[in-house]
């Protein structure tokens, strides 16, 4: 097996499946089978979910609002899509706990770095809610930081493209796929993988990315067993 601890990126838009906004229960449950299945293999899991589907902080800046007010409101909203991801985990007989970084004891528990290492080392899913606790911060931001201090060998961030190319593929049909790319190379050509702070973050402490297909089932289980999937961004 090729990773032993990883951290799953999911946006939230990845939530909405075929509607407009909100939560596909369909997709929810097709995600909860494959992490199931990784689960199986004794792999060690820790997810953070984006909040897209739900509320997006920096569009509501946009629209007036309080750019702090609309990144909390964004913050609670991945915390919802966290509870909606317990709930079809739990489905599938999985043990999970839900850590937000802001704290609301009734829902989940606070985010300590030991108590999510000893979380994975029983075999819990940990998925990590309400992104930094800090306003002007991804959760992508929140991905990166959270892997580093848990240790995890990777980040693996699904969305519905499968790798990292050299246009976007959906509106270039001659754009070129990566299959392994260095941080530098990323920065140079202006490629949008993550968000700048995540991507340094993650450049400075050697953590590789993996950027797939969540969409397509089987794929997770390859990825995690070190088949060459999507496009690896490394120091290398």
Do not use: C, W
Not at 214 to 226: C, E, P, Q, R
């Amino acid at each position: 097996m090729h990773y032993k601890r990883i951290l799953l990126k999911l946006s939230g838009e990845a939530l909405m499946g075929e509607r407009q906004y909100g939560i596909d229960p369909i997709r929810l449950a097709d995600y909860a089978k494959e992490i199931k299945k990784i689960v199986a293999m004794n792999v060690e899991v820790a997810i953070v979910i984006g909040g897209g589907n739900i509320f997006r902080g920096l569009a509501g800046a946009s629209n007036g609002m309080d750019r702090v007010q609309g990144d909390y409101m964004g913050m609670l909203a991945t915390v919802i899509n966290g509870l909606a991801l317990q709930s079809a985990l739990e489905e599938e007989k999985l043990q999970t706990r839900l850590l937000t970084a802001i704290e609301m004891e009734q829902i989940a528990e606070p985010f300590i770095k030991r108590r999510a290492v000893r979380h994975l080392e029983k075999g819990r899913v940990v998925i990590f809610g309400g992104g930094t606790g800090n306003p002007y911060f991804t959760t992508d931001t929140a991905a990166v930081l959270r892997a580093i201090e848990i240790n995890a060998d990777v980040i693996l961030k699904g969305t519905r493209v499968d790798g990292i190319y050299t246009s976007d593929p959906e509106k270039d049909k001659n754009a070129i796929k990566f299959d392994n790319i260095t941080f530098k190379e990323v920065m140079n050509k202006d490629l949008k993988v993550m968000d700048m702070t995540a991507f340094t973050l993650s450049e400075e402490n050697k953590l590789p990315i993996v950027v797939f297909d969540m969409n397509k089932a089987g794929n997770l289980v390859k990825v995690v067993s070190g088949e060459n999937i999507g496009t690896l961004v490394d120091t290398k």
